[in-house]
């Protein structure tokens, strides 16, 4: 099969190599940065074109791997007869790109992609959807190239499933800056809270997180969670979310 990539970002660095170590032959890498175009172009031994010059109709698959925001502009100077079109925005409705090819789908990453520390494992999920028959033999066909979990899901779905991804992987990241800081304020090594923090992901293999919730706030400890909240009074945004995440445990274990 043969494909073309739409940008020279981290996911546009992930599917053009993944795809050419699986066979697939690439027809162009287009981009608006001639110099990151040629880059990646370079890299899987295929040619580089500038973005603004049009993208050829000329490839089985044409990944569309820009920014979320970014693709309502490029889409605009694209059309297709050949070509499945897929973008690769997991919170992106497939309808984006429904009038300017026949066939299109979508095709996300469920994981946080650079493109300098690309995970060479073919067990990253991938979240896809289709427009119709045709899109869907050569996307699937794609996915099973890359990857060995893979689902098919709808644009109302994969949504949803980026809204749990920003929760359960942004959201927590931020959660360990914050707690980083603190330790760098108070004069104590952060790796000492590596042990605790694996110890929770570990037993999401097995266990359901909702049965695992510790801590102050799922005991109602008052005491505790005011004299915390005491300690973070430097820091009222820090305050907010201490509270917010609180009262939201306490909800859910009221019982």
């Known amino acids: 099969m043969t494909f073309s990539i739409i940008g020279t970002g981290n996911t546009a660095w992930f599917m053009a190599t993944k795809l050419a170590a699986a066979g697939f032959s690439c027809t162009g890498i287009y981009g608006r940065n001639a110099d990151s175009?040629?880059?990646?172009?370079?890299?899987?031994?295929?040619?580089?074109?500038?973005?603004?010059?049009?993208?050829?109709?000329?490839?089985?698959?044409?990944?569309?791997?820009?920014?979320?925001?970014?693709?309502?502009?490029?889409?605009?100077?694209?059309?297709?007869?050949?070509?499945v079109l897929v973008h690769t925005a997991g919170s992106v409705n497939i309808n984006v790109i429904k009038d300017v090819a026949k066939h299109t789908g979508v095709i996300w990453p469920v994981y946080s992609i650079v493109k300098n520390n690309l995970p060479e494992t073919k067990d990253i999920p991938i979240v896809w959807e289709a427009s119709d028959e045709p899109a869907k033999k050569v996307i699937s066909a794609t996915v099973n190239a890359i990857t060995n979990i893979s689902h098919e899901a709808d644009s109302s779905q994969r949504i949803s499933l980026h809204l749990t991804a920003v929760i359960s992987n942004n959201f927590t990241n931020h959660l360990f800056a914050i707690?980083?800081?603190?330790?760098?304020?108070?004069?104590?090594?952060?790796?000492?809270?590596?042990?605790?923090?694996?110890?929770?992901?570990?037993?999401?293999?097995?266990?359901?997180?909702?049965?695992?919730?510790?801590?102050?706030?799922?005991?109602?400890?008052?005491?505790?969670?005011?004299?915390?909240?005491?300690?973070?009074?430097?820091?009222?945004q820090w305050q907010r979310i201490y509270e917010a995440i609180s009262v939201s445990i306490m909800e859910m274990y009221k019982d």
Do not use: W
């Open 37 to 83: 175009a040629r880059s990646l172009a370079d890299r899987i031994g295929s040619t580089s074109y500038d973005l603004s010059n049009g993208v050829k109709d000329d490839a089985d698959i044409c990944i569309l791997a820009v920014s979320d925001h970014a693709i309502g502009e490029v889409v605009a100077s694209l059309s297709f007869s050949k070509a």
């Open 179 to 236: 707690a980083e800081q603190i330790c760098v304020e108070r004069n104590l090594p952060f790796t000492l809270l590596y042990p605790i923090i694996q110890q929770s992901v570990n037993r999401l293999a097995s266990l359901s997180p909702a049965t695992q919730q510790t801590g102050p706030a799922k005991r109602h400890d008052t005491v505790t969670m005011h004299h915390q909240l005491d300690m973070l009074r430097q820091h009222p």
